[in-house]
DNA sequence: GAACATACTTGACCTAGATCAAGAAATCAG
DNA sequence: CTGATTTCTTGATCTAGGTCAAGTATGTTC
């Protein structure tokens, strides 16, 4: 069974037949590190499952760039908002490293409910599970100290430490990199 | 045409006979000032849309409050994660002056899709929608100051501000009530 | 309309985390 | 391997916003 195989089955329940019909969709496309998957203000026609490799998701303001999530291997990328409302995508989602990912063009993506009667169910889930990661990461904010929202980060996305420029990860964080650096030392004692 | 039913067809566009069908399983309740739409640990098993009057959603932590988001006349209330994934609330959710809102069971919602052929494709726009929202605040976190968010809010949701403790809206905000009284202060000149 | 509670403002002070600057490590290109 | 970039750490300093405490409004209740 693939990586993608896997996490439909795992997450969504899907017999075998709908899970072979599914990931048929998906086809293998490789995003170099540097190249961008997407750009801020074209349409996010596409929906990927992260086969191997990193993306990150930020937007260019005037004076810096804030990193909004980094995507890693086994999660699926898209600029939702673009994708289900057909509006300018907000992020720029760029990799980080050579990266696999399996894409789903929108118009087969938009078809799924044809070949899959319970494709409805699913989607629905899977974009009420985004909302909630979004939530917790909302109550992050206004609950959490800086060295609390590190620690939580750390402790669930502990291969993104090793991999990533610190600079992204305090961003995406919303702290600066000097602040995680800090934070690292208190915690060798 | 009642405010509910106009909702639905300015954020749905239903048509007259699915508005008239969907609106039918919204029964009015009334909840008076301090008492609880929910609370947390309970199964969140209803949605509503707020007629009048206004909604704390808010968490106990040891030492203090935090609250998630004040939901006002002409929006929807639910804990959305206890709902469609039917585990415990993480929100209370309590009334902050007599409100009026119109609630369908999570049966009737549940079966929506029975009556209305196009129901999976308009909820999970509105699920979409909840989630933009919370991109937009995580994003607010990551790239404004207290002030930038502060007026924000204030901006798209003038209403509440002078009808709610500030308390509460600092919380919201990720700010002390003190700092919301400095900003208003200073834009005074 | 007292008496009491709740909400808001203000000042004095404090601190978490930002900023700036300089080194030290690590990574990369040839 | 070597110089050039990029990243990470550390120190010195600064500041946005928090904390604490007091005073002033603004409600409620009887």
Redesign the interface.
Do not use: D
């Given at each position: 069974m693939t990586d993608l195989e896997q996490y439909l089955q795992t997450y969504f329940d899907f017999d075998q037949g709908d899970l072979v019909k599914v990931a048929s969709f998906f086809k293998p496309e490789i995003v170099k590190k540097g190249e961008y998957y997407l750009k801020t203000g074209k349409l996010c026609q596409k929906l990927s499952f992260i086969q191997s490799g990193m993306l990150r998701i930020y937007?260019d303001?005037e004076d810096r760039e804030?990193?909004?999530w980094i995507c890693t291997q086994g999660y699926f990328v898209a600029d939702?908002?673009s994708l289900?409302?057909e509006k300018p995508a907000?992020w720029n989602i760029q990799a980080l490293a050579d990266t696999t990912v399996y894409t789903i063009d929108k118009r087969d993506y938009d078809r799924l409910?044809e070949y899959i009667p319970r494709w409805?169910?699913t989607?629905?889930?899977f974009?009420?599970h985004?909302?909630?990661t979004?939530?917790d990461?909302?109550?992050s904010?206004?609950?959490m100290t800086a060295e609390q929202r590190y620690n939580l980060l750390f402790e669930s996305h502990r291969d993104i430490f090793t991999q990533v420029p610190l600079q992204y990860i305090a961003?995406?964080l919303?702290m600066t990199p000097e602040t995680i650096s800090r934070i690292r030392r208190k915690q060798l004692n």
């Open positions: 937007v303001l804030v990193t909004q939702l908002a289900v409302f907000r409910g409805p169910v989607e629905k889930l974009i009420a985004c909302f909630t979004l939530e990461r909302v109550f904010f206004l609950s961003s995406m919303g």
